[in-house]
């Protein structure tokens, strides 16, 4: 215990990083996304492991069996093998911290078309907040025809008042 | 930041304690303030301003949301999805005000009526409230007038958004009839001293133009600059005590610090939202009301709706931007009336709705993962959304307990919310769903998603209004059957839900309240 270059204590985080992102990939596969959301969440749940020793343990022996089940098979891991430990802590830990992470990140939202905070810029008022083209500009007055909501059917009036009518 | 506001009034005088600064307490401390009448506000949260809201959906909600602990049990889907946030509310200045979409539909005359209208249903514990519609409908007038309600009282239509567009295009091809952009509390053109909405995209995290009514752009700053309101807020009530004859006279609670207080009261006006205030009355006990106070009936904390509600999201080809624009400025009534060979009683409004990317992935259908999930998430750009939102029915069982297994910050029991669908309910959605899916298509959807409820923003009747003291908790004008002086302001009086959002509903009753506070007062008669 003696020699620190020899502690067998290595960097967790490190060494973590690329299976999680391949993990995050697997289970919230978007064609469009490059790495870096991946990355930048993946850093996110390892940050995290600092804090909480039974995720730092679950997350570690979780990701090294997983790796170990897909090289077994053959494969890479994907969503079937990730169905199967859907359940484990681990990966639920992992779920949950995505969840409100990865769709957190601005260049998330701009890769799915979302523009965010808009009220810097005076709003959408002026940058298309009724620019659909594909339908027709509808009515936004209420209704003022021939019809009236019938607001009671004729079958739901309470019992008494139609044995009265009767 | 500063908690104490307004003009300070000696902890030992009796005034009239509020607890609570959304649409019913809010409402109350500027009725009575106007009327000359001291009031004391006790606000939970901070009074923050507009310029101090957050554009940014995680950001906001952890700025202003209730998170205070709270446990959850039944057989809704939120024990697994969210089992410590029940409830999505807000504990600032302005309470759930501060959040709300500003849809203002009022209620219809057969709603006060459930009873009379939808006869015994097993399971539900109806009533028929003690006030009908004619009672309230003036009170309806001066509420929408303090909205700025569009459609009502010359007040303009907000223009057709993006979300809008889908919606009303799709209502009319299975032709709906009763669709319009409101009516709805965010000004299309100035009024009331607040500019026109600019169409920014946020709601549920505070409006920073004010172009959105709040009880804290408008009631709460009107109280305070009266010279009659001590408004404190980061403080929470946590009993409302009696003298020896019964009747409310005073107020503990806990300052920011976590010093006890007490306030001297002649009259309490309990604000705190659905699961705040049955708590607040739970936690009262005393030797006088061994079961909570103003618990003769049993009815404290029972009964508790969250209305049913469903969101469906529909995936089209080309761009919809649902983001863009006023969030709820869209309002399909023709659902929302009484006919049971839907198979259901009760009726439900569809109105328009939008989520950021943040928040539909964190709630479109909670726990899904894969490629299921990130279709859904994919064609964000080229969807729209809708919400339903109905009446559900009063249930004994469905209630709000003191968890004392669990405690708060304070050391205080948190509240337990219990909840299962009835039966009702579930019909309700599942039409509801049905009706979406049909007018989404009829427009070219090609895909719909289904999303369940949220936690619940509209919380209702866990201390309701009965003609009779032995089937709930508060009378006619609100004031407990059981301890004059102690009066409720907010959506838990509610005896059924009805299918409209609320806030006009609480608004237009804490108006009539304060005005017959105001009268019994005049008289020396409290």
């Known amino acids: ?166 | 930041m500063s908690d104490q506001f307004g003009t300070p009034i000696d902890q030992d005088t009796e005034a009239v304690v509020i607890i609570g600064s959304g649409a019913g307490g809010g409402t109350v401390a500027h009725e009575l303030t106007q009327r000359g009448i001291p009031c004391v506000v006790l606000e939970a949260g901070a009074w923050l301003k507009p310029d101090d809201y957050e554009n940014d959906e995680w950001a906001a909600f952890n700025q202003m949301a209730w998170l205070d602990n709270r446990t959850t049990s039944g057989g809704y889907r939120i024990t697994r999805d969210f089992p410590n946030l029940p409830a999505w509310i807000v504990k600032v200045v302005g309470g759930s005000t501060t959040h709300w979409s500003g849809a203002t539909p009022r209620f219809k005359e057969y709603e006060f009526k459930g009873r009379s209208h939808y006869g015994e249903i097993e399971g539900a514990n109806l009533l028929d409230w003690p006030i009908e519609l004619a009672d309230l409908a003036p009170y309806y007038d001066k509420a929408e007038i303090a909205i700025g309600s569009t459609h009502r009282h010359g007040r303009p239509a907000l223009p057709a958004n993006n979300n809008y567009k889908v919606f009303a295009g799709g209502a009319e091809k299975i032709g709906y009839k009763f669709y319009a952009t409101g009516p709805y509390g965010t000004n299309a053109e100035p009024y009331d001293g607040r500019p026109a909405s600019v169409q920014d995209g946020f709601n549920f995290q505070g409006d920073k133009s004010t172009a959105k009514w709040s009880t804290a752009v408008r009631e709460v700053p009107r109280a305070v600059e009266s010279g009659r309101c001590d408004l404190r807020t980061q403080c929470q009530a946590v009993q409302v005590t009696h003298d020896a004859q019964g009747r409310a006279n005073g107020v503990l609670y806990l300052d920011k610090d976590g010093n006890l207080h007490r306030q001297a009261a002649k009259v309490v006006c309990v604000a705190g939202n659905s699961i705040e205030s049955p708590r607040l009355l739970l936690m009262s006990a005393s030797s006088l009301h061994p079961d909570g106070l103003a618990n003769s009936s049993g009815q404290v904390g029972r009964n508790y709706m969250r209305h049913t509600t469903g969101s469906v999201y529909a995936r089209f080809d080309q761009p919809v931007r649902m983001y863009r624009g006023e969030t709820m400025a869209g309002i399909i009534a023709d659902e929302a009336r009484l006919d049971t060979s839907r198979g259901f009683a009760g009726g439900y409004y569809l109105e328009t709705l939008s989520l950021g990317v943040p928040f539909l992935a964190a709630f479109v259908d909670p726990g899904t993962w894969g490629r299921e999930f990130t279709e859904v998430m994919d064609a964000y750009a080229r969807t729209a959304g809708l919400w339903i939102v109905g009446e559900d029915l009063p249930q004994e069982s469905n209630r709000i307990t003191l968890n004392t297994g669990a405690k708060d910050q304070w050391g205080l029991p948190v509240p337990d919310v219990h909840f299962d669908d009835h039966p009702n309910d579930v019909a309700m959605r599942e039409h509801g769903y049905g009706r979406a899916d049909l007018l989404y298509e009829a427009v070219g959807a090609n895909g719909t998603h289904h999303t369940p409820p949220y936690p619940a923003t509209h919380n209702l009747g866990t201390l309701r209004m009965s003609a009779r003291p032995e089937d709930g908790v508060i009378g006619a004008f609100g004031e407990a059957h059981d301890v004059p002086g102690l009066f409720v302001s907010d959506g838990s009086v509610m005896t059924t839900g009805a299918a409209a959002n609320p806030t006009l509903t609480i608004v237009a009753l804490a108006i009539r309240q304060a005005e017959h506070i105001a009268d019994r007062l005049g008289k020396g008669d409290l």
């Open chain 1, 1 to 166: 215990m003696s020699d620190p270059a020899s502690a067998s204590t290595p960097e967790p985080a490190a060494d973590l990083a690329p299976a999680l992102v391949r993990l995050l990939r697997a289970a919230y596969p978007h064609p469009s996304f490059p790495d870096g959301p991946y990355e930048r969440t993946a850093r996110v749940i390892l940050d995290q492991l600092d804090a909480d020793l039974w995720h730092r343990l679950a997350l570690e022996r979780g990701l090294a069996t997983l790796e170990l089940r897909a090289a077994q098979s053959g494969s890479e891991i994907d969503e079937k093998l990730l169905r199967e430990i859907e359940d484990a802590e681990f990966f639920r830990f992992i779920r949950g911290v995505t969840v409100t992470t990865l769709y957190n990140d601005p260049e998330v939202w701009e890769l799915l078309g979302y523009e965010g905070s808009s009220f810097e810029h005076g709003g959408y008022l002026h940058r298309g907040f009724d620019d659909l083209d594909w339908l027709p500009d509808p009515r936004i007055e209420e209704y003022d025809g021939p019809e009236q909501l019938v607001e009671v059917a004729d079958h739901d009036q309470p019992q008494q008042t139609q044995e009265s009518q009767a």
